[in-house]
């Protein structure tokens, strides 16, 4: 069965540095989508992503953050300056198509600000 | 405040015994949810997704009902397994037709005792 990946599966990483996260979404998907969760809480949305633009962010995607499609099969999260509170899952999911469908979701990357 | 939400933090239930877990969503423009199963370690898993028109659907073992009255929904396990035992999510999409970021509830964690 097709699945979403991510790379790396953990990432340690000093405060204030730049950390790009990636996945390869199931290949005939066109949605895609970075979400976070803080150790023990609930998982919440950053960004969504369609025909190579953004489609939708909350309030957490702030400038510190970027996303990017480089080419065919990666999707990328990029968190600029680091911080502390940015310590976390980061889970990257797709879906097939417009409206209502389910979004698959990778393992994440758990990632840890020193 | 959150717009979905979780009765009970954790559910204990016999093996073999069915299983209800119950979610409570307030955005009445809520037209897509969706129930994952988180494992430790894991993304979240699609399990079984419904529509706003309808009001049960069902899947292998697993059922989900739709009360758009009160802004219930919940999510019936058959025959419980030791598989089972994880973190369950419910999640919503206001549904504008676009790649739109889920909205989830902080879970409950479904404990199958052998």
């Known amino acids: 069965e097709p699945e979403v990946t991510q790379t790396p599966s953990h990432q340690v990483t000093q405060m204030g540095q730049e950390v790009i996260l990636r996945c390869v979404p199931i290949s005939n998907h066109l949605y895609f989508y970075w979400y976070r969760q803080i150790l023990g809480q609930k998982v919440e949305f950053l960004v969504s992503?369609?025909?190579?633009?953004?489609?939708?962010k909350s309030e957490i995607f702030d400038d510190q953050f970027s996303v990017e499609r480089p080419d065919g099969s990666n999707f990328t999260l990029k968190i600029r300056s680091t911080k502390l509170e940015d310590s976390a899952m980061y889970f990257c999911?797709?879906?097939?198509?417009?409206?209502?469908?389910?979004?698959?979701f990778g393992d994440g990357t758990r990632l840890s600000i020193l | 405040g959150e717009s979905v939400g979780l009765h009970l933090p954790t559910l204990s239930v016999q093996e073999g015994d069915n299983s209800i877990i119950n979610c409570a969503y307030s955005?009445?423009?809520?037209?897509?949810f969706i129930w994952y199963k988180q494992e430790s370690g894991k993304g979240p898993q699609f399990i079984i997704d419904i529509r706003s028109n309808m009001d049960k659907r069902q899947g292998q073992r697993v059922t989900v009902l739709l009360n758009k009255t009160v802004k219930h929904l919940s999510l019936q396990i058959a025959a419980t397994q030791p598989g089972d035992s994880a973190v369950y999510f419910c999640?919503?999409?206001?549904?504008?037709?676009?790649?739109?970021?889920?909205?989830f509830g902080k879970g409950t964690h479904l404990i199958i005792q052998p």
């Open positions: 992503f369609y025909n190579n633009e953004i489609s939708e």
């Open positions: 999640a919503e999409n206001i549904g504008r037709g676009g790649a739109d970021g889920l909205t």
């Open positions: 999911a797709s879906s097939p198509g417009r409206g209502n469908q389910p979004q698959h």
């Open positions: 955005n009445s423009a809520s037209d897509y």
